[in-house]
């Protein structure tokens, strides 16, 4: 924790250097989180109610940074450009609300972080097996939507670092499940690539880099474990609540454990690029 917390500093402060952003005594440079559920530290509650916490990756990475989330819970690639699932005053949609906040606080945001897409394809998965023109349909719209999002909000803070973020795979935790959800499991993992390929493309056309979550979870790695439990799935059992029973689980979201995770993720990208 405490490496952790250099590392944040450290990166803090290089991002102030490098964006321009200004600071006083009393008022810090700014760190926007913009997203989904990730982006806002989504859990399920003892009652298995998801709800934004205070535990999300976010809050790793704000030391020396005033932190403003602008996230919502369910958002869509689609939805953060057209609005329609969370309420921004003054604001249609996400993407508006937060161009409205950078054009506000022009100098003075240090950090974007952006995290979507998982929403486009969640619900492509299922006991049954994936629904591959489910897969199709969700990819599509990221590769459509998310260049938008992200062209939007370069050209409101140019001189701000931004970052994006990939996604690790909740669906490798069937593997658990017998013979059927094992299939489902190796299943999920190439489409999980697929949509994070997908994702660095529309990053990397304007330059910004992706923090590798897919990676930090081990999403490929089907090496066996002394329990015979592969490291991606005890990984994803361990980082988050797809494991637990009901009415917690199974969650996609990330414990404490795994948003540290996807932090560390986050400022291993950061600092690697000072």
């Known amino acids: ?62 030391h020396g940074l005033r932190l403003t989330e602008l996230g919502c819970p369910a958002e869509t690639t689609t939805s953060m450009i057209n609005g329609g699932v969370c309420a921004y005053p003054g604001a249609k949609s996400q993407l508006d609300a937060a161009v409205n906040f950078l054009s506000a606080h022009k100098g003075q945001v240090a950090l974007v972080s952006v995290v979507i897409g998982a929403t486009d394809v969640e619900n492509c998965a299922t006991p049954t097996g994936i629904d591959l023109n489910c897969v199709t349909q969700g990819i599509g719209a990221i590769q459509a939507n998310l260049p938008v999002i992200v062209d939007r909000l370069r050209a409101a803070a140019p001189r701000a670092e931004f970052v994006g973020l990939n996604l690790y795979d909740p669906f490798l935790a069937t593997f658990l499940q017998g013979e059927a959800g094992q299939q489902l499991a190796r299943q999920s993992v190439p489409l999980t690539q697929q949509v994070n390929g997908v994702l660095a493309a529309a990053y990397g056309r304007y330059g910004v880099p992706v923090a590798d979550v897919e990676t930090a979870f081990h999403t490929t790695d089907f090496t066996p474990g ?38 560390g993720a986050v400022l291993e990208k950061l600092f690697s690029r000072r």
Request: proline share 9%.
């Open 1 to 62: 924790m405490v490496k952790r917390w250099l590392l944040a500093s450290a990166t803090a402060a290089a991002l102030v250097l490098a964006s321009g952003a200004t600071a006083t005594a009393s008022s810090a440079p700014i760190y926007l989180s913009l997203g989904d559920s990730l982006s806002v530290g989504v859990q399920p509650d003892a009652q298995g109610v998801s709800r934004p916490t205070d535990q999300g990756f976010d809050r790793d990475i704000a």
């Open 226 to 263: 002394a329990n015979g439990i592969p490291r991606n799935v005890a990984t994803i059992c361990q980082d988050t609540f797809m494991c637990q029973p009901p009415p917690v689980g199974p969650n996609i979201h990330p414990n404490r454990a795994g948003y540290c995770v996807m932090a």
